[in-house]
């Protein structure tokens, strides 16, 4: 098993910047590719961008390219997330994932395990 925990949400203005962790424990030698998933009210969870741990190859979605960059530490087991530039639109619980086989990174239903998510909300 693999235990994921987000953190780093929280309440920004419009322009600003936040940086979100996923700590990874337990089974992390198992895990292939991780993403961040993010879901906004009424809306169905969407792709933001995803990291293959093979050659470090990452995709973004295109409502985030030049603003957000997935990284991983792993030292500390860590992935992490850096979004810049936050607009409104980005408001949504973010969740991070793992995945076991990393053949499709951009789909959600592939992923093995699920952090619980953390709150992004930006305002104007």
């Known amino acids: 098993q693999v235990q994921l925990v987000e953190s780093g949400g929280g309440l920004v203005q419009a322009g600003d910047s936040l940086r979100l962790s996923c700590a990874v424990s337990?089974?992390?030698?198992?895990?292939?590719?991780m993403g961040w998933f993010r879901q906004a009210p009424g809306k169905e969870r969407e792709f933001v961008a995803a990291?293959?741990?093979?050659?470090?190859?990452?995709y973004y979605a295109d409502s985030v390219k030049g603003r957000f960059t997935i990284s991983r530490d792993n030292a500390k087991n860590t992935l992490l997330m850096q979004m810049n530039t936050l607009k409104t639109e980005d408001t949504a619980v973010y969740y991070c994932?793992?995945?076991?086989?990393?053949?499709?990174?951009?789909?959600?239903?592939?992923?093995?395990?699920w952090g619980k998510g953390t709150q992004v909300t930006v305002s104007s």
């Open positions: 994932a793992a995945d076991r086989t990393a053949v499709t990174l951009t789909t959600s239903r592939v992923y093995d395990y």
């Open positions: 337990g089974r992390t030698f198992t895990i292939l590719g």
């Open positions: 990291i293959r741990r093979a050659d470090g190859n990452r």
